[in-house]
């Protein structure tokens, strides 16, 4: 009993029997009762969607995304630095004395005490240098970064121009513009639905979808409700202040009996620990608006 007041406080246990027993009732119930360690906690990104729950939304006739080109992001191999680099010679550029070992850092040459400076190139070759041999060698770098810089740029540009011609291909309304999505968390079932079915792996966090963009005609003609598919499933809507703006747009391809079609991104949505489904975010990218009516392709 003594062990327990030093725990839990309060006054010493008295010595009769009965005011013991109940002593040890009042102890009892002041001992905080901790959840079972098999229950973990709710994380902060749950929704209470059990993951089990989820079903895979069929994938029919639906417009699929195309393969993005290569280069999208850029220079398709990058420099990588290599350790044992040759070097451009094996004597000092001071005195022509032979070297053993070579020096792999700034050091004096053994021989005449001449000073040895140690460069790499881009070109993969490590140089060993006097004093003015190593004046302006930092140019290369500068040359070749510049060059790198504008060769990523070029290849960014005929990716992107590739890229918006195989959207168009299936159907997209290809622009520079982007639409946020609301009201997703309604829709959480059918998102993962979704996101299943389109991962080709299970820690994807990120999938691409072509999402249809339509006018809600159900909140009445004079709504400005615009409602977002994707495989034939209600995802949600567009920002109030987007879906007002986009209306005479939309209204355009009513007229022409064409389908406002864009590309989705559907982030997030993973399973958390205590067996739901993450929150998930979609941005519709690459869209023709009325703020951004064309593809910057030539831009």
């Known amino acids: ?7 839990f406080g309060g006054a010493a246990a008295p010595r009769n029997s009965q005011a013991a027993s109940g002593e040890s ?4 119930l002041e001992v905080p009762i901790r959840p079972p360690r098999h229950a973990p906690p709710a994380t902060r990104s749950s929704t209470g969607l059990d993951a089990t729950s989820v079903v895979p939304i069929p994938r029919l006739d639906w417009p699929a995304v195309p393969d993005a080109p290569r280069g999208l992001d ?3 191999e990058t420099y990588v630095a290599i350790e044992d680099r040759p070097y451009n010679r094996t004597t000092c550029p001071n005195c022509e004395a032979e070297l053993s070992p070579l020096p792999k850092a700034t050091k004096r040459c053994p021989f005449c005490r001449g000073e040895m400076l140690v460069r790499t190139s881009p070109d993969g070759v490590r140089y060993i240098l006097s004093p003015g041999d190593a004046e302006g060698f930092e140019q290369r770098w500068a040359d070749f970064h510049a060059a790198r810089l504008a060769e990523d ?3 960014r540009r005929e990716a992107r ?6 959207l168009a291909a299936v159907g997209v309304a290809v622009g520079s513009g982007s639409l946020d999505l609301a009201g997703a968390a309604e829709h959480l079932r059918e998102l993962a639905g979704v996101m299943l079915a389109l991962r080709t792996r299970d820690d994807e966090a990120e999938v691409k979808a072509i999402a249809e963009v339509v006018r809600d005609e159900m909140h009445g003609p004079d709504d400005h409700a615009v409602k977002v598919v994707i495989h034939r499933q209600p995802v949600g809507h567009l920002a109030r202040w987007q879906a007002e703006e986009m209306q005479p747009l939309l209204r355009e391809f009513e007229s022409t009996g064409r389908r406002y079609l864009a590309l989705a991104s559907i982030v997030g949505g993973r399973t958390q620990d205590d067996g739901t489904v993450g929150r998930i975010g979609v941005v519709l990218e690459e869209c023709l608006t009325p703020w951004a009516r064309d593809a910057e392709d030539g831009d």
């Open 1 to 7: 009993m003594d062990l327990l007041q030093r725990l």
């Open 25 to 28: 009732r009042r102890i009892a």
């Open 74 to 76: 850029g220079l398709l």
């Open 153 to 155: 740029e070029r290849l």
């Open 161 to 166: 121009r590739e890229w918006h011609q195989r």
